[in-house]
């Protein structure tokens, strides 16, 4: 994806000095224009609901797909205190508070098989395939 934004906004930057040679009463593009023209549209989010209760998680053993880059999002509501931690590259760790309506997002780097596990209860609560 990196490779992709760097080459559309080398196009852009040829484009405009391409342009820029001469004074004309045409006006420019505005910037926000420009930005839509550069700016790949953003993926939508994967998202994972995840409630903690009276010791028990919900879901248990989840799939889920993603793309590298692509933003992930837990939304968890827990009756508890635990930690989510997601084996991914690069890792991430979350605390997780006893209270509902907490929001987690990451993305992942590497494509592969991502896990979720909650630390306290012992148990994976999804495996996200991430593929490019």
């Known amino acids: 994806m990196t490779t992709r934004v760097i080459t559309i906004l080398l196009s852009v930057l040829v484009l405009v000095a391409g342009c820029g040679g001469s004074k004309s009463s045409q006006s420019s593009p505005s910037p926000s224009a420009q930005q839509s023209q550069s700016t790949p549209p953003p993926q939508p989010s994967a998202v994972l609901d995840i409630t903690i209760s009276k010791g028990t998680v919900t879901p248990v053993n989840a799939e889920l797909k993603a793309k590298v880059g692509q933003p992930i999002r837990l939304q968890v509501n827990s009756d508890a205190p635990d930690e989510l931690h997601v084996h991914s ?4 760790s979350f605390q997780v508070e006893a209270k509902p309506n907490q929001t987690f997002q990451f993305t992942v780097d590497v494509p592969g098989q991502v ?18």
């Open 115 to 132: 896990e979720v596990e909650l630390h306290k209860l012992d148990r994976t609560v999804a495996t996200i395939q991430v593929q490019q």
């Open 89 to 92: 590259v690069p890792d991430h």
